[in-house]
């Protein structure tokens, strides 16, 4: 087993319905994901970036939701802070702390430029 010594910060780079369950009643299976993580103490700061701050207002709606269904806050840092941007996550990157994985939860045609950037900050 691989003692853990410090917590794990995480960027997610995507709104949709993997991540928090956008266009449905459900949650998704990341945002989920990262609230077992912290249940069991291996979370950091967690960040997520959008492009449109209609998906981080539906994301952060959920997130809401699953504090109460928890019955613990996972504090998260959503980018873009007030209008679209769709390089929002390459400020969030410049802002993560590490040690800091990512998440690119973003549409195929996307993938490889995201990842990409993401490879060259973390």
Known sequence: MIENKSPLNILVIGTGMYV???????????????????????????????????GINILKRKADELNELFGYKVGIKFYPVNDNDPDAYKIALSEISKPACAMVVVPDSLHRKIAGETIRYL
């Open 20 to 54: 928090c369950g956008r266009g449905t009643k459900e949650f998704g299976t990341i945002l989920p994901a990262i609230y077992e993580w912290k249940r069991n103490n291996l979370l950091g700061d967690v960040y997520v970036a959008g492009v449109h701050k209609e």
